[in-house]
């Protein structure tokens, strides 16, 4: 067990639609990760937020945002849903700004099926 | 841009065989590379790691050997257990963007009884 959770661990939805992804990383972990693991694109890295601030981007649609909160859990926003955002999105946590060398640590994965 | 191959895709051994999976990085300023295996229904969990300065590491029955001339890095776990089943992903990061971790597209390995 990383220490890192996520809920929901399944979601299911239908094109169009809003979902909200949750995270809460592990304790005196400062840093949220978020990835998206498809067949196809395997693990990509969307964005990463230090200490309430997005710190880094990767490749993260416009239809997707995210935010950490004070308490430092963190929540990824998908819009206007397409079936091909069906995927595994995994957060991942490390206890300083995301420096070079820091460990990073997964959670879970929350499955999203788009319908 | 940034790139990392590995391989294979899959890879079948024998248990108490070793196993060996290959990665190579296009970017000759990555210097962080890290091994992560990820079991069914779970996240990647990270099982080695190596910097650029070092050139092997080892813990117990796992390896990890680094090339920088090259642009390669490779795992290797001795004497294979059921439990080592799983998809195992190498990745790359150099300082410059650290907090970006590129990772390979995965090995999925089984261990024959």
């Known amino acids: 067990d990383s220490g890192v959770t996520q809920t929901p661990k399944h979601l299911i939805t239908a094109t169009g639609q809003r979902v909200t992804l949750r995270c809460s990383p592990r304790s005196g972990d400062l840093s949220v990760y978020w990835y998206q693991q498809s067949l196809d694109q395997g693990l990509q890295f969307l964005i990463q937020?230090?200490?309430?601030?997005?710190?880094a981007k990767g490749n993260i649609l416009e239809r997707f945002s995210a935010q950490q909160f004070p308490d430092l859990h963190s929540e990824l926003n998908l819009s206007s849903l397409e079936l091909g955002d069906s995927a595994l999105y995994f957060c991942a946590s490390s206890v300083g700004e995301g420096g070079y060398q820091e460990t990073q640590y997964f959670g879970p994965g929350t499955r999203l099926l788009v319908l | 841009g940034e790139n990392v191959e590995q391989h294979p895709s899959t890879l079948s051994v024998q248990e108490g065989d070793s196993a060996v999976i290959k990665c190579t990085y296009s970017?000759?300023?990555?210097?962080?590379f890290p091994w992560y295996k990820q079991e069914l229904g779970k996240g990647p969990q990270l099982i080695i790691d190596i910097r650029s300065n070092v050139g092997e590491k080892k813990d117990q029955r796992i390896a990890v050997t680094l090339n920088k001339t090259a642009k390669h890095f490779s795992l290797h776990i001795t004497e294979t257990q059921p439990e080592d089943s799983a998809v195992y992903f190498c990745?790359?990061?150099?300082?410059?963007?650290?907090?970006?971790?590129?990772f390979g597209s995965g090995t999925r390995l089984s261990i024959r009884p």
């Open positions: 990745a790359a990061s150099k300082r410059s963007s650290a907090s970006k971790i590129i």
């Open positions: 970017d000759s300023a990555s210097n962080y």
């Open positions: 937020y230090y200490n309430g601030e997005e710190r």
